[in-house]
T-cell receptor
Framework: ETGVTQTPRHLVMGMTNKKSLKCEQH?????MYWYKQSAKKPLELMFV???????ENNSVPSRFSPECPNSSHLFLHLHTLQPEDSALYLC????????????FGPGTRLTVL | TQLLEQSPQFLSIQEGENLTVYCNSS?????LQWYRQEPGEGPVLLVT?????EVKKLKRLTFQFGDARKDSSLHITAAQPGDTGLYLC????????????FGKGTSLLVTP
């Protein structure tokens, strides 16, 4: 498999549930990113990892918890979410954090009931 | 603050027509990327431009980076239904890859 993959592609959860999103990149990159995409808004950067170290946390609520066990895998753990957290969550990777060009996965469409 | 303004927001045209979409900013970028995103999918990189005045062509798509590296345009010749999607521009700064600034996008619909 090539590129950036994300699972699941669709997720529906209640506000009291705990779930995790998974991202895997097969590009040999060292930086990985989580973005949130809501209707009529620009992509919002949530977290950045460079060589497994978190380099950016863009004032994201603590109900979102990232994990990066190695340079190829990135997780986003979700708990006690709100309906306004419903959005498309995109994972991306780049050669390293100083590289402008990023490659995106297909996203996880999250609906919080 | 919205650093990158894209126009138009929506565009509906017939197959065979030409179109241009714009990406404007008051900031100077070290590079600018264009992506196309289809419904339910992630953005797919089309091109990266880095030099002021640079023009790149990708089949029927022509990308231009402004001389001052503050703006960019995407021109599509003889649009096809397969060109339908959301076109996003993103501006980057040297040594700050994680600081990509995205526009809201131009939603293009090409009808047969």
């Amino acid at each position: 498999e090539t590129g950036v993959t994300q699972t699941p592609r669709h997720l529906v959860m209640g506000m009291t549930n705990k779930k995790s999103l998974k991202c895997e990149q097969h590009l040999g990159h060292n930086a990985m990113y989580w973005y949130k995409q809501s209707a009529k808004k620009p992509l919002e950067l949530m977290f950045v990892y460079n060589f497994k170290e978190q380099t950016e946390n863009n004032s994201v609520p603590s109900r979102f918890s990232p994990e990066c066990p190695n340079s190829s895998h990135l997780f986003l753990h979700l708990h006690t979410l709100q309906p306004e957290d419903s959005a498309l969550y995109l994972c991306a990777s780049s050669q390293d954090w100083s590289t402008d060009t990023q490659y995106f996965g297909p996203g996880t469409r999250l609906t919080v009931l | 603050t919205q650093l990158l303004e894209q126009s138009p927001q929506f565009l509906s045209i017939q197959e065979g027509e030409n179109l241009t979409v714009y990406c404007n900013s008051s900031s100077v970028f070290s590079s600018l990327q264009w992506y196309r995103q289809e419904p339910g999918e992630g953005p797919v990189l089309l091109v990266t431009v880095v030099t002021g005045g640079e023009v790149k062509k990708l089949k029927r798509l022509t990308f231009q980076f402004g001389d001052a590296r503050k703006d960019s345009s995407l021109h599509i010749t003889a649009a096809q239904p397969g060109d339908t999607g959301l076109y996003l521009c993103a501006g980057g700064y040297s040594n700050s890859g994680y600081a990509l600034n995205f526009g809201k996008g131009t939603s293009l619909l090409v009808t047969p």
